[in-house]
């Protein structure tokens, strides 16, 4: 069984080949097209911030929290931390020395309180919002952020910058355009096989309740082949009243299960037989 299962997997995999992958085609052009278009919003990087920062949290725990007088300490005492730095490098103190001794990221605090470049678009609104204000070595005054109290400083910015469409990126779109037409072109191929299908349903089974079905017999044929049985059918039942958010599932219903979901391997086997991959 476990040999016949692997065998037939391999079948699928061959007829996705034959029939899907081999007739997709991507042009040049296509790839020319889709880079223009999408240039600015997917081909651009973002002028980047290099920064610094010194963070002080807010530190509240979850009995805090609840008691609004304890959190109001908790920011006070937290904001007057960050003042006494911030005070300490407007005279002129090494803003890096400083991070080392009172940030409290551990992350970045043995670098002096560098992140490193931080891109537009992809930085904590109220960084962006910051940065913007400030010249090169300029140091902001404290804000506040969901992380706690932060001095920034940034010291260099490089530009936006467009990607120029290089091998590795024509390579790359390539793989994505193939990728997006081999999907289109797979639910057509299964649109179109189940077509033509001939489908059989065991009605005065699946007229019955599941309760009293014994053994396990075929609920769908497929051209002349009996392809889904009794269990398998009754397994999915529940998780497809749940899908469709209904209390009992109509005859119709069933059907569709049936053809569009459970039979689906079994359709495929029998397209992969008709075209001959399986003398392959």
Same mark, same amino acid.
């Given at each position: 069984?476990?040999?016949?299962?692997?065998?037939? +997997?391999?079948?699928?995999?061959?007829?996705?080949?034959?029939?899907?992958?081999?007739?997709?085609?991507?042009?040049?052009?296509?790839?020319?097209?889709?880079?223009? +278009?999408?240039?600015?919003?997917?081909?651009?990087?973002? +002028?980047?911030?290099?920064?610094?920062? *010194?963070?002080?949290?807010?530190?509240?725990?979850?009995?805090?929290?609840?008691?609004?007088?304890?959190?109001?300490?908790?920011?006070?005492?937290?904001?007057?931390?960050?003042?006494?730095?911030?005070?300490?490098?407007?005279?002129?103190?090494?803003? /890096?020395?400083?991070?080392?001794?009172?940030?409290?990221?551990?992350?970045?605090? +043995?670098?002096?309180?560098?992140?490193?470049?931080?891109?537009?678009?992809?930085?904590?609104?109220?960084?962006?919002?910051?940065?913007?204000?400030?010249?090169? %070595?300029?140091?902001?005054?404290?804000?506040?952020?969901?992380?706690?109290?932060? *001095?920034?400083?940034?010291?260099?910015?490089?530009?936006?910058?467009?990607?120029?469409?290089?091998?590795?990126?024509?390579?790359?779109?390539?793989?994505?355009? /193939?990728?997006?037409?081999?999907?289109?072109?797979?639910?057509?191929?299964?649109?179109?096989?189940?077509?033509?299908?001939?489908?059989?349903?065991?009605?005065?089974?699946?007229?019955?309740?599941?309760?009293?079905?014994?053994?396990?017999?075929?609920?769908?044929?497929?051209? %002349?082949?009996?392809?889904?049985?009794f269990l398998k059918y009754r397994g999915e039942l529940e998780p497809y009243k749940q899908y469709l958010q209904k209390d009992d599932l109509t005859l119709e219903d069933e059907k569709k299960l049936l053809v569009d979901k459970i039979s689906l391997?079994?359709?495929?086997?029998? /397209?992969?037989?008709?075209?001959?991959?399986?003398?392959?």
């Open positions: 069984q476990r040999e016949e299962k692997y065998s037939l +997997e391999h079948l699928l995999d061959l007829l996705f080949r034959k029939e899907i992958v081999e007739k997709v085609q991507v042009q040049d052009s296509e790839i020319t097209v889709f880079y223009n +278009e999408n240039r600015e919003k997917l081909f651009t990087k973002p +002028e980047q911030f290099k920064v610094s920062h *010194i963070l002080i949290k807010i530190e509240t725990d979850t009995l805090q929290k609840g008691n609004s007088k304890k959190a109001k300490q908790a920011e006070k005492k937290a904001l007057e931390k960050i003042e006494s730095v911030y005070q300490r490098v407007k005279k002129g103190e090494d803003f /890096a020395a400083l991070a080392r001794q009172y940030s409290q990221e551990d992350g970045t605090r +043995e670098k002096g309180g560098e992140l490193g470049y931080l891109p537009r678009g992809r930085m904590l609104k109220e960084f962006e919002e910051q940065l913007s204000t400030l010249q090169p %070595n300029e140091i902001s005054k404290p804000l506040k952020t969901k992380f706690g109290y932060h *001095i920034l400083k940034y010291t260099d910015k490089k530009p936006s910058e467009v990607v120029e469409l290089n091998k590795d990126l024509i390579d790359r779109i390539k793989s994505s355009l /193939a990728k997006d037409k081999q999907r289109e072109k797979a639910d057509d191929y299964i649109l179109d096989q189940k077509k033509r299908a001939n489908y059989v349903f065991n009605e005065e089974v699946l007229n019955q309740n599941p309760d009293s079905v014994n053994g396990d017999p075929w609920v769908l044929s497929i051209d %002349n082949q009996d392809t889904v049985k391997f079994n359709l495929l086997v029998l /397209a992969a037989r008709r075209g001959g991959y399986d003398t392959l």
